[in-house]
């Protein structure tokens, strides 16, 4: 019975240790629109490379290269927005199974 009564104590020190604990603000990051691309395939409309890969699980994935992607690293078609607002091209990488 002594140690049960130990270990609550304990758990109401430490209680009282953690409630006097503050969080740090959240740090607020900022996206620039500004193009990605500065000099590559600029004469495209879009900049879309391709790979074969033959050990992938799906037959298609794309992945981001805009940085914008909500589900990044995968792309989600964020970079249609983002070259609209920049003039930019990137487009995704897309691995192919082989």
Not at 11 to 20: D, L, M, V, W
Not at 54 to 74: I, Q
Request: hydrophobic share 35%.
């Amino acid at each position: 019975m002594a140690s049960t009564t130990s270990i609550i104590q304990f758990g109401f020190s430490c209680g009282g240790a953690f409630s006097s604990f503050t969080a740090k603000p959240r740090r607020m990051v900022v996206v620039r629109a500004e193009a990605i691309n500065p000099d590559i395939k600029k004469d495209e409309a879009k900049v879309v490379d391709s790979v074969l890969v033959t050990e992938l699980s799906k037959p298609l994935t794309a992945y981001c290269r805009c940085w914008r992607s909500g589900t990044f690293p995968l792309c989600d078609g964020s970079h249609v927005k983002h070259n609209k607002e920049t003039g930019d091209n990137v487009g995704p990488l897309l691995l192919k199974k082989q």
